[in-house]
């Protein structure tokens, strides 16, 4: 089991950069995959990127070379860097944690990107 909270959203304008951040409750070296999803309104949940213990990362083709995925086990801690954003990124972004067989998800942080 483990807790995760987001955090790092806002508003940020076209073309502009964010840096969340996932801390979790527990140590997360043991925890093969985590990741970044996002919901926007009137939407499904879709994936945004994902990291394994290892470092292997794997990218939804829409955000490819603008998000950056990177986890700090001495932190317990899972990044987003997000740059030149666009406003179909706006959404509210979750935290994943994969412990089979269950999905752990934090509360979401809102993401805005508006002139």
């Known amino acids: 089991q483990v807790q995760l909270v987001e955090s790092g959203g806002g508003l940020v304008q076209p073309g502009g950069s964010l840096r969340l951040s996932c801390a979790a409750s527990r140590i997360i070296r043991s925890i093969n995959t985590m990741g970044w999803y996002r919901q926007a309104p009137g939407k499904q949940r879709e994936l945004v990127a994902t990291?394994?213990?290892?470092?292997?990362?794997n990218y939804a083709d829409s955000v490819k070379g603008r998000f950056t995925i990177s986890r700090d086990n001495a932190k317990n801690t899972v990044y987003l860097q997000m740059n030149n954003l666009k406003p179909e990124d706006t959404a509210v972004y979750y935290c994943?944690?994969?412990?089979?067989?269950?999905?752990?998800w934090g509360q979401g942080t809102q993401v805005t990107v508006s002139s």
């Open positions: 990291i394994t213990s290892t470092g292997n990362t």
């Open positions: 994943n944690a994969r412990i089979p067989p269950t999905d752990y």
